[in-house]
């Protein structure tokens, strides 16, 4: 079964940029691979931000963006906020099969 | 507005069964896939079974669950289910159940399997 990679944490401070990473053990991740991205804070219910690489939904902040690069499906914050300190899941699909990454823990300070 | 209510959830013995269920509103059931995740205390996500849409003739399961678990829908109900049998320790979590995978998520149901 294919694994799914993220950084387990990053650190970014108010107003700053960050992005965050989810490859593919099967080599690079393409919009085959319909990449989701996830928030999940303390306590609360997982909120989908991207689908299909670069969807937002009505809810997605737009400091938050998806894209593909190099090689990796990847989440960009662009002026990060205290609100956006939580957790966040990627997911790839493989044929139909979806496969949740670790998670990267993001700390705004 | 899109709304996934689950419930069934609880404390069950090791090798004891549980059905979940979930219920949906404020879109077309019928034409969507869903799914189920959990979450175990402290750990990450993880997908468990999706289930295509229009019939639910397509089935999936994480190889963790395979063999134990079976999902379902009821297109007539707008619900959908996850039947888990012989149920461990290591399936206590949270369940989700997702809007296709997973683009709006219910509020969870925990499982706890303890003797």
């Known amino acids: 079964q294919a694994v799914v990679t993220q950084e387990p944490s990053l650190t970014v401070s108010p107003g700053e940029t960050v992005t965050l990473t989810c490859g593919s053990s099967?080599?690079?991740?393409?919009?085959?691979?319909?990449p989701y991205w996830f928030q999940q804070k303390p306590g609360q219910v997982p909120r989908t931000l991207i689908y299909?690489?670069?969807v937002k939904h009505s809810w997605t902040p737009a400091r938050f963006s998806g894209s593909l690069l190099g090689g990796k499906a990847a989440l960009t914050l662009s002026g990060a906020q205290p609100e956006d300190e939580a957790e966040y899941y990627c997911l790839l699909s493989y044929s139909g099969v979806p496969v949740f990454g670790p998670g990267t823990k993001v700390t705004v300070l | 507005e899109v709304q996934l209510l689950e419930s069934g959830g609880g404390l069950v013995q090791p090798g004891g069964s549980l059905r979940l269920s979930c219920e949906a509103s404020g879109f077309i059931f019928s034409t969507y896939a869903m799914s189920w995740v959990r979450q175990a205390p402290g750990k990450g996500l993880e997908w468990v079974s999706s289930i295509s849409g229009s019939g639910g003739t397509t089935k999936s399961y994480a190889d963790s669950v395979k063999g134990r678990f079976t999902i379902s829908r009821d297109d007539s109900k707008n619900t959908f289910y996850l039947q888990m049998n012989s149920l461990r320790a290591e399936d206590t979590a949270v369940y989700y159940c997702?809007?296709?995978?997973?683009?709006?998520w219910g509020q969870g149901t925990l499982v706890t399997v303890s003797a």
């Open positions: 299909e690489t670069i």
């Open positions: 099967t080599g690079a991740v393409t919009s085959g691979h319909y």
């Open positions: 997702g809007l296709r995978t997973v683009d709006y």
